[in-house]
């Protein structure tokens, strides 16, 4: 962090300040007096030091932040990559490709078994399915709710595919103690108090980034988590918002070797919810692979027309077989161009 002082600031306001700094937050304070101003450029952990309290001291000028505000999460302070394994031994992050697929709503037990069932067919590592589902309109599906959980268990009993369904609100967690990853909707992403108290869990969360966040205000949302003492964080781009109407959302695949070179944390793409269009999804998933996505979110819909929710965004199981097929095909002469 670097700090410009206030030309006007007295040596003893400067030193008490400095002080401040050496004590309270434990960073290495070294000047520089310059002709028109003095700098202070500090050195050590300055994480916990608010570029707002700074710079609402009378003695300073103005602050610049040269290190991220994340820790927990920052690639620097943890060089490897993070593998997340479950205990059924599903791993992510670990250079395969994982895939989670399923409806975007789980909607009935036959339409939960059949699409499960047909996914892992497929090749896909995780069933995904919406049970509680943040919806624009408050008359639109709203989700099955605790039966979908049911069902959704019903579906892992009968396929052993690991489940990930999404959270909305704090005192649903124990509901949640047999899901297998807990997803935070994009909508989600800054509900810090969620954050705060899935960060006291040991369940993998996935982390949507949220329709209108920067990557760094998706980073201080994994470290929400990683602060709280859970480290099993899953990072998802599914898409955030622009002037752009041709798509749902805007794709934003840079993000993929951004996030991968600041955090160690896996990241995923869901091109579903990022295009909101079935077309569009078959490319958008091979290209999250050519950026070096960990994995892939896809919604499949065994009668997508008929959907209950995001039919427009869903495959059909015929064709999420045509896409999974191309995008692990993709995924092997990606790595052997990699290696080579
Ligand atoms: C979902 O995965 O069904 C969903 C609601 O996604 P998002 O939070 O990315 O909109
Ligand atoms: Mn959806």
């Known amino acids: 962090m670097i700090i410009v002082l206030n030309p006007h600031a007295t040596k003893e306001q400067v030193a008490l300040f400095k002080n401040t700094l050496e004590e309270k937050y434990g960073v290495t304070v070294n000047t520089w007096v310059g002709v028109e101003s003095t700098v202070l450029g ?19 000028e103005s602050v610049k932040r040269v290190q991220e505000p994340y820790k927990k999460v920052n690639r620097k302070f943890h060089p490897d990559n993070t ?71 019903g579906a892992r009993k009968v396929t052993g595919l690991p489940i990930v369904t999404e959270i909305m609100r704090v005192n649903h967690i124990d509901m949640f103690e047999s899901v297998d990853i807990i997803q935070v909707g994009a909508r989600n992403m800054q509900n810090f108090e969620l954050l705060k108290e899935l960060g006291k869990t040991d369940k993998p969360i996935l982390l949507k980034r949220g329709l209108a966040n920067t990557i760094e205000e998706w980073l201080m949302s994994a470290e929400y988590i ?39 944390l896996p990241v995923i793409v869901d091109p579903s919810h990022a295009t909101g269009k079935s077309s569009l999804v078959e490319q958008m998933s091979l290209a ?21 929710s995001d039919g427009a965004q869903s495959l059909t199981p015929d064709k999420f077989d045509e896409v999974a097929r191309k995008v692990f095909a993709l995924k092997k002469a990606y790595d052997e161009i990699m290696n080579s």
Request: hydrophobic fraction near 40%.
């Open 226 to 264: 990683m602060a709280g003492g859970n480290d099993k964080v899953i990072l998802c781009e599914r898409g955030i918002r622009t002037y752009e109407t041709a798509t749902r959302n805007t794709l934003d695949l840079s993000a993929i070797p951004i996030v991968k070179k600041r955090s160690h």
């Open 83 to 153: 593998v997340i394994e479950l205990p059924t031994g599903q791993k992510i992050g670990d250079g395969s490709l994982c895939i989670m697929a399923g409806p975007c709503s789980v909607e009935s037990e036959e339409q939960i078994n059949y699409v499960a069932q047909r996914v892992k067919d497929a090749g896909a590592a995780f069933l995904r399915g919406g049970a509680f589902k943040p919806r624009t309109s408050p008359y639109s599906f709203q989700g099955l709710k605790a039966e979908g959980l049911d069902l959704l268990k």
């Open 42 to 60: 500090l050195i050590g952990d300055t994480t916990q030091i608010g570029e707002d309290w700074v710079s609402a001291q009378e003695v300073v």
């Open 288 to 308: 999250a692979v050519a950026a070096g996505a960990d994995g892939l979110m896809i919604e499949v819909h065994n009668d997508p027309k008929h959907a209950l």
